[in-house]
């Protein structure tokens, strides 16, 4: 495997689950802002050597802080704020994927997905 074949790889996957996320909350995802931050995966992925790249690319637990870093970074965590936080809140989403309710701890400052939230 080359080592832009790692990039490639990772790349297409963030943009899947990112195009995914935006799905499941049925919003029209901000296309720019997608290849920005695909972008800027593909830019911190270039500074990481071939070996830390393949590890990225098959431990979703090196994979997945990776992806929240880029979400958060890229600004992608400023595009429909408001009514991401306020969907969050609702039981509405509990069926959505698991990658879904990764971007969503994002927005919610928890670990996982928020099954639902009351206010006392």
Known sequence: MQPSDATQILRQEFRTHLETFYADLNLAPPYHSIEKAVQHLANTLRTKSESDQQA?????????????????????????????????????????????????????????????????
């Open 56 to 120: 990225i690319l098959t431990d979703s637990e090196k994979k997945w802080p990776l992806f929240k870093e880029i979400f958060h970074a890229s600004g992608l965590t400023r595009k429909h704020r408001g009514i991401i936080i306020h969907l969050a809140q609702t039981p509405l989403l509990s069926a959505s994927s698991e990658e879904s309710r990764r971007f969503l701890s994002v927005f919610t400052g928890s670990p996982s997905f928020p099954q639902s939230q009351k206010n006392p």
